[in-house]
């Protein structure tokens, strides 16, 4: 079987083929196609299938007082899921891990992942607050950049700030009022 990066790659690919030919479908879309060729009923079930495929992170280490902290995974407040889906899938590129909820009409709770980078979204009241802002350390900000504006996004064309603390910073705001900004290294 093919691995999980091997399987976001085919869903990618095949989104460009078919937008070429003027079929327009999102990521989500063909993650569920893709899904559905490997005999699976559905992305989340090829995601957990494949998940021992994906890289390991690095092990965590220790303090020396036996606590291993692993990274952080920040919550964003989100208002109304097809916007989230269109902007943290579509437009950034994510791939939904999984999401969960209570029941029938319950808010939702969904797992959004991209190069390392895990993020988690919520409609419910009290989980995050608006307006968050999160800090990602990236390699190839300017190719990021490139990708994002080459998608034709209405409602964000992000630039590079380029004197910004730390080295160069592309500051992309989420319809909810969050902003994730993506920042590398200066040389």
């Known amino acids: 079987m093919r691995s999980f990066r091997d399987a976001k790659l085919m869903a990618k690919t095949l989104r460009e083929a078919l937008a070429s030919r003027q079929i327009d479908l999102s990521h989500s879309e063909t993650l569920e196609i893709v899904a559905r060729q490997f005999g699976l009923a559905d992305w989340n079930t090829a995601a957990a299938r494949l998940a021992e495929h994906r890289e390991e992170p690095a092990p965590a280490q220790s303090d020396g007082a036996g606590v291993e902290l692993q990274p952080g995974i920040p919550i964003l407040r989100i208002f109304d899921l097809a916007k989230a889906r269109e902007f943290y899938l579509d437009f950034l590129g994510f791939t939904l891990d999984w999401e969960h909820r209570f029941g029938p009409n319950f808010p939702i709770y969904m797992q959004v992942s991209r190069s390392g980078l895990t993020l988690h979204l919520s409609e419910h009241h009290g989980d995050a607050s608006p307006g968050a802002t ?45 902003r994730i900004r993506f920042s590398e290294a200066r040389a």
């Open 134 to 178: 999160v800090f990602v350390r990236i390699k190839g900000v300017d190719a990021f950049r490139a990708e994002l504006i080459g998608k034709d996004y209405a409602y964000s064309k992000p630039g590079i700030q380029e004197n910004a603390p730390g080295g160069r910073q592309l500051e992309v705001p989420d319809p909810f009022g969050n």
